[in-house]
């Protein structure tokens, strides 16, 4: 916005490119018009369900088991594998929007963003 280059400016940048990588969405988009930027869509998307804000090729298709006996146990992995990948994909939109706050001084310092999203991957990771 015309200010001096600063890391809060790269953490701006950082969160951009999360919500870019997160909703398939760029910023230059012909959605946003108006008031409607990325981050304010990926903001209000936190309040809907926020599958459908997704890029669809971050989430694997259920697949169907060969054998009959085993289809209730790959629901039950898909299931769970997909839970985890949601949960991977909101952390991220959360640190994204943290990170594209409009005043610099509402962003989060990169160190935070970077723990948070450690304990993200540790967590789905169950390391």
Do not use: W
């Amino acid at each position: 916005m015309g200010n001096e280059v600063s890391t809060s400016g790269d953490v701006y940048s950082y969160g951009i490119i999360l919500l870019e990588m997160v909703t398939g969405k760029r910023p230059t988009d012909s959605m946003f018009t108006g008031s409607l930027t990325l981050h304010n869509f990926a903001k209000t998307a936190l309040l809907e369900p926020v599958e459908s804000i997704f890029d669809q090729t971050l989430i694997p298709q259920g697949q169907m088991g060969e054998a009959s006996t085993s289809i209730s146990s790959v629901r039950n992995q898909s299931s769970l594998g997909s839970h985890k990948i949601q949960e991977c994909l909101i952390s991220l939109l959360q640190a994204g929007i943290a990170c594209s706050q409009e005043q610099a001084t509402d962003r989060p310092d990169i160190k935070e963003v970077l723990t948070g999203l450690h304990k993200t991957k540790n967590m789905i990771l169950g390391s």
